[in-house]
């Protein structure tokens, strides 16, 4: 299990932190740092409930991280395994089973993020760098292939009639355009291997998802 005390710092300050994996205790407060990164309109039903929660802790408890500030849970991330192979199609709903993690495969060779939530208070903090961080330990301590998942594209609804999402992709990775989610996943090591259409319904990404690999290391080819 993962247990690790650690400094955010909030600008100059620093603050004590302690990111670790979450149990049913923290249920509630993993729930209300949905609806604090999701609020209305968005759908409340999108949140996570307490048995997809449980799912997480009982299938793949290693995959289930939080980080903890003062006694708030500041954020969370959630992972699977699946045996994944290079080209594979996949929605986010199929691939996680909805985010209830029943497709978990203890024998796959990828760690496939399921969730990345952080509260808006704390979103200076470093607390998604460090979670992503922590993954990447896991992928390497089970031995994974790689960490994996799709990452939306909520920039590309501005370019959707002069720009194809794979050309769009292009230019982030070149530094003509930046993307809220593309751009701090690849700052924070993962690299794009490609555009999956229909991952999830999402206007604002056309449907379509980058998909963002960080290779273990310690595993080539």
């Not at 909805?98 to 024998?107: A, K, L, Q, S, V």
């Not at 701090?184 to 319904?201: C, E, K, Q, S, T």
Request: hydrophobic letters at 35%.
């Amino acid at each position: 299990m993962y247990y690790q005390e650690y400094y955010a710092f909030q600008e100059k300050t620093p603050v004590k932190a302690i990111i670790r994996n979450y149990q049913e205790t923290d249920f509630d407060a993993l729930i209300g740092v949905q609806k604090e990164c999701f609020p209305p309109p968005f759908p409340e039903e999108l949140w996570w409930n307490k048995e997809q929660l449980t799912n997480h802790v009982r299938l793949f408890p290693e995959g289930a991280l939080c980080v903890e500030i003062n006694g708030d849970i500041a954020g969370s991330m959630t992972a699977l395994m699946v045996n994944y192979k290079p080209g594979d199609t996949h929605s986010w709903e199929k691939v996680t089973d909805n985010g209830y993690i029943r497709t978990h495969d203890r024998n796959g060779n990828t760690l496939y993020v399921v969730d990345i939530s952080v509260k808006p208070a704390y979103r200076k903090l470093g607390i998604g760098k460090k979670m992503m961080q922590a993954m990447y330990e896991t992928v390497v301590q089970l031995k994974l292939d790689r960490l994996l998942g799709g990452g939306r594209i909520p920039g590309f609804h501005k370019y959707q009639d002069i720009l194809t999402p794979e050309q769009y992709l292009e230019k982030v990775v070149s530094g003509e355009l930046t993307d809220p989610v593309i751009t701090f996943l690849m700052r924070v090591g993962r690299v794009p291997a490609g555009i999956v259409h229909d991952y999830l319904d999402d206007s604002e990404s056309g449907n379509c998802a980058a998909l963002m690999e960080w290779k273990n290391p310690f595993k080539q080819d």
